[in-house]
């Protein structure tokens, strides 16, 4: 069983960049495919972005793309989710998750969930 704890977050103005971090323990996030989910209050957990185990493939929600970039470093355990150009509708509580399967875009393809941490982007 692999436990997740993510850091990073914080409060930013728009345009402003973040870079969050999930670090991995009790086992190697290798045996993982990882994502990043988040959840704004009142709404539903969703998608933001997954990379392989080897992090030779990465895909991103629409909403995203093309201001995030995750990455994974596996000597260190650890993943990343680099985030620039933030929105106000970044706004939510991102959270890290491993995933046992292949292709995971739904929050009930992941098996092992970090606590999260707040992302607030002002304008």
């Known amino acids: 069983q692999v436990q997740l704890v993510e850091s990073g977050g914080g409060l930013v103005q728009a345009g402003g960049s973040l870079r969050l971090s999930c670090e991995a323990s009790g086992r190697t996030i290798s045996s993982y495919e990882m994502g990043w989910f988040r959840q704004a209050p009142g709404k539903e957990r969703e998608f933001v972005a997954v990379?392989?185990?080897?992090?030779?493939?990465?895909d991103y929600s629409n909403s995203v793309k093309g201001r995030v970039t995750i990455s994974r470093d596996n000597a260190k355990n650890t993943v990343y989710l680099q985030m620039n150009s933030l929105k106000p509708e970044d706004t939510a509580m991102y959270f890290c998750a491993a995933n046992v399967g292949w292709n995971g875009r739904r929050p009930s393809d992941y098996s092992y969930w970090g606590q999260g941490t707040q992302v607030t982007v002002s304008s």
């Open positions: 990379i392989s185990r080897r992090s030779i493939s990465t």
